[in-house]
C-alpha cells in the first residue's frame, strides 16, 4: 500500500431516509436494495455461487475463501458467515476478504446493522472486533470465520494481494456512478487471484462489465435480477492465468499430512505462531526452556502500543498499522485495566527534527490513527504538565505482555512443556525432532522457531543475522499525584499509568553489554529521560528522591534484524540456496527457473525488536498462512520484506558489488 494511500482517507459519509436505510453522500447511492438487503443478497449473491451447496461439500479443514469488492455495511459478509455456518462441517473454514476506499464509522455501521435482526449474532461479533481500522490490511478473526478487510483503492489492494479466490462478490456502487471499481485492470486482478472455475455474481448487467469480464477470462451469463433489475450476472473463470512469484519467495509445496506443530519459545512471537496454528485445528506443542510463558524479551510488566511509523509508505510502517490493528483487537480478550488498557499514547515533538516529522505523519495518516495536538491539549490528555504538543493516538495504550502470552496458549490444542530447552534440531523421516544433548524432547513435521536471537544457535538458522539489544526499565512507585497521568507518554522513551501501583519506565537501548542484571546507571538514564518528558510528573512521582540502588527494574534483550523488519516464514537451506541462485551475483535481474530449496517443515518469527506486542501476534497469522497456504494478512510485498530469504538474496547479490 503506497503511502498516498492512506492520506486522504476518510470513512464513508451517510444520509438515512425516513426507513433508518443508509445511502452514501460520496456515491449518491444505495448499499442495498430498499426492498430487502438480506433478499437481495441471497439472489444476487448467495444463490449464484452455489455457496450452500460448496460449503457442504467441504472436507476436513479445508477453506473456503470469498473475494469481494465493496464491503459497505458487511450485509454480504454477515449473510455469508450465517450461511456457512447452517450449511458446512464443523472443520471447515471461510476466508472472506473485501475491500472498502471508506469504511462506516462504527456508530453508522451499528445503525445500519440494527436493521437486520437476524443476524444479531454475526452483528454482535463484529460491533465487538470493530476497533482499530484503519488503512491497509485488517484482519478480524471470528473462530472458524476469517474477515480481511482491505481499506483503500480497490484496484491497488487487489494488486497486492496473495490469495486464491473461490467466489467473487462484485457489489461496488454502479458502475455509472463509481467507474474505478468496474475497469478491465481491476478484472484483469481477479482473474489473477482466481483458480479455474472460481466463481462470481454481481448486481450490475452493464455491457461494460460483461466484455470486461469476459476479456479477462470469465464466462459471463445474464441472470434474472432482483426487484425491479432485470437482470444481474453470474460467471466463472474458463482458465486461470499462470500464476508467478519469484522461486525464493514462491510458497513451499510441503504440505505435512499430520497437522502436528512444533514451536520453540513461549514468547509474544511463539505463543502467537501456536494461537494461530492452533485456530485452524492445529496439534501444537510449545517449548519453553524456562518455568512460564514470557521470562525474556516478552517478560516487562507494560508494554507500549507504540507505533513508530514512516511518512514514505515504509514496509515497516504498513506492518505496524496493520498489526496495530490485529493487537488492538485481540486486547478486547482481556481484562482491561488489569491486563491492558486504552487510554491513548501520546508522543512528544520533544526537538525541531521530531516535530517536523510529526507534521509529515499527520499530513500521511488516517487521524482516526494520529492527530497532532498542540500542547494544551496535549496536557489537557494527559493529565500532567508538559513543554511541548505532539501526536495523540486514541486507540493505543499498553498491554501487560505475559497475559497476552498465557491469553494465547489457551486455546484448544496447545501443549506447553517447561524446562524443555531445544538445542539442536534433526530430521528424521517426515519429522524434526527437538534435541537436548541425546533426549528427545518433542518431534512434529512441521516446527516454528520463534526463540528471537537464539533462533541463530541451531545449525539450520544460523545464518540469520539477528542482533541482541539490551533494554533496562525501571519501576517508580505511584502516588497519589501520579495518579493524574491518563495516557502513555513517549519522547526518547516512555511512562505509563501505574498498573499494580508501579508506573513503567524506559527503556534503554544497549548493543555493547551483556549483564542480564540492572544497573544502577540505566536507572538513573531512565529517571533523566523522564525529567525530560515531563518534570511535573517527574516531581509527582518524587523522582528525585528515589535511590537508583533502590528502584525495581529488570532488563531483557530485544532481538533485530540489520533492516529493523522481522524475519517471518519459512527457512531455505543457505548453501543450496547459494548454488541454485548464483547468476543472481553477476545479474540481479535474472530469475532462475529454479525451485527454492527448501527445509521442508521448518519456519522462523523472530526478530520483533521493541515492536513485538503491535507485529508479534500478526506475523503469527502471517506465519500460519504460509504453512496452511491461506491468503497472505499483509500485501505480498510486505511479506517478501519480511521474508528469510531476504538475506541470503542480499548476500549474493552484494557479491558482485
Known amino acids: 500500500m503506497p503511502a498516498h494511500v492512506t492520506t486522504g482517507f476518510q470513512h464513508a459519509e451517510l444520509d438515512w431516509d425516513e426507513n433508518g ?9 444505495v448499499y442495498f436494495s430498499r426492498v430487502s438487503g438480506m433478499a437481495e443478497t441471497a439472489h444476487v449473491f448467495l444463490q449464484p ?52 476506499k471508506h469504511p462506516l ?77 468496474w475497469q478491465p485492470s481491476l478484472f484483469a ?17 452493464a455491457g461494460s462489465v460483461r466484455r470486461g469480464l469476459t476479456d479477462a477470462g470469465f464466462e459471463i451469463k445474464r441472470i434474472p435480477g432482483f426487484g425491479d433489475k432485470w437482470e444481474s450476472l453470474q460467471g466463472r473463470l474458463l482458465r486461470a492465468p499462470e500464476a508467478f512469484a519469484m522461486p525464493w519467495y514462491a510458497r513451499p509445496a510441503h504440505r505435512p499430512t499430520q497437522r502436528k506443530a512444533l514451536v520453540i519459545g513461549a514468547g509474544l512471537a511463539g505463543c502467537a505462531s501456536a494461537a494461530s496454528l492452533a485456530a485452524r485445528g492445529w496439534q501444537v506443542t510449545v517449548l519453553e526452556r524456562h518455568g512460564d510463558v514470557a521470562q525474556e524479551g516478552s517478560g516487562n510488566p507494560q508494554g507500549v502500543l507504540y507505533l513508530k511509523l514512516s511518512a514514505h509508505g515504509t514496509a515497516l510502517s504498513q506492518l505496524v498499522v496493520s498489526g496495530f490493528g490485529y493487537t488492538r483487537r485481540l486486547l478486547q480478550n482481556l481484562q482491561r485495566g488489569r491486563d491492558w488498557d486504552a487510554c491513548g499514547v501520546l508522543q512528544i515533538a520533544f526537538d525541531d527534527k521530531e516535530s517536523t516529522r510529526q507534521m509529515a505523519l499527520a499530513d500521511a495518516f488516517s487521524p482516526s490513527l494520529l492527530r497532532a495536538v498542540k500542547r494544551q491539549e496535549a496536557e489537557q490528555l494527559a493529565g500532567v504538565t508538559l513543554d511541548d504538543g505532539g501526536l495523540f493516538y486514541p486507540d493505543a495504550g499498553w498491554v501487560h505482555p505475559p497475559a497476552l502470552c498465557r491469553w494465547m496458549l489457551e486455546g484448544p490444542g496447545i501443549e506447553l512443556l517447561r524446562h524443555r530447552q531445544a538445542l539442536e534440531l534433526r530430521r528424521v523421516g517426515d519429522c524434526w525432532q527437538a534435541l537436548n544433548g541425546t533426549r528427545v524432547l518433542a518431534e512434529a513435521p512441521v516446527v516454528v522457531l520463534a526463540g528471537a536471537a537464539d533462533v541463530a544457535n541451531f545449525s539450520h538458522s544460523a545464518w540469520l543475522p539477528l542482533k541482541r539489544i539490551r533494554g533496562q526499565i525501571s519501576g517508580l512507585p505511584a502516588t497519589e499525584r501520579s495518579g493524574a497521568l491518563r495516557t502513555v507518554l513517549c519522547a526518547k522513551g516512555y511512562v505509563a499509568p501505574s498498573r499494580d501501583g508501579l508506573h513503567t519506565l524506559g527503556a534503554s537501548f544497549n548493543f555493547a553489554d551483556g549483564d542480564p542484571s540492572p544497573s544502577a546507571a540505566e536507572h538513573q538514564a531512565n529517571l533523566d529521560m523522564l525529567m525530560e518528558i515531563s518534570a511535573d510528573l517527574f516531581q509527582r512521582l518524587q523522582a528525585g528522591a528515589r535511590s537508583t540502588d533502590q528502584l525495581q527494574g529488570r532488563v531483557a534483550f530485544r532481538c533485530t534484524s540489520p533492516d529493523y523488519l522481522p524475519i517471518v516464514g519459512p527457512l531455505a537451506d543457505a548453501v543450496p540456496f547459494a548454488e541454485a ?77
Open 21 to 29: 436505510q443508509p445511502q452514501s453522500r460520496l456515491y449518491g447511492d
Open 49 to 100: 455461487n452455489r455457496l450452500a451447496e460448496r460449503f457442504a461439500a467441504l472436507r476436513g479443514a479445508a477453506d473456503f475463501v470469498i473475494g469481494e469488492t465493496g464491503f459497505g455495511t458487511g450485509l454480504n459478509f454477515l449473510s455469508a458467515w450465517a450461511l456457512f455456518e447452517r450449511s458446512a462441517p464443523a472443520g471447515a473454514r471461510l476466508q472472506f476478504i473485501s475491500v472498502e
Open 105 to 181: 464509522t462504527r456508530e453508522d455501521l451499528q445503525r445500519a446493522l440494527a436493521l437486520w435482526p437476524e443476524l444479531d449474532a454475526q452483528s454482535a461479533q463484529l460491533l465487538d472486533q470493530y476497533v482499530a481500522i484503519n488503512p491497509g490490511f485488517q484482519q478480524l478473526r471470528f473462530g472458524r470465520v476469517v474477515l480481511t478487510l482491505l481499506v483503500g483503492d480497490a484496484l491497488e489492494c487487489l494488486a497486492s494481494l496473495d490469495a486464491r479466490i473461490d467466489a467473487w462478490f462484485l457489489d461496488g456502487f454502479a458502475p455509472a456512478k463509481n467507474p474505478d471499481m
Open 189 to 205: 486482478h481477479l482473474a489473477r487471484l482466481s483458480a479455474s472455475g472460481t466463481t462470481l455474481a454481481t448486481f450490475t448487467s
Open 581 to 657: 541462485y548464483a547468476v543472481l551475483g553477476k545479474d540481479a535481474r535474472q530469475v532462475p527457473d529454479t525451485p527454492c530449496p527448501w527445509l521442508d517443515g521448518l519456519y522462523v518469527n523472530t526478530a520483533h525488536g521493541s515492536r513485538g506486542v503491535i507485529t508479534a501476534p500478526l506475523c503469527g497469522e502471517l506465519l500460519a498462512a504460509w504453512i496452511d497456504g491461506e491468503p497472505l494478512p499483509v500485501p505480498r510485498a510486505i511479506a517478501e520484506a519480511c521474508h528469510p530469504n531476504r538475506f541470503l538474496l542480499r548476500k549474493i547479490i552484494r557479491r558482485a558489488d
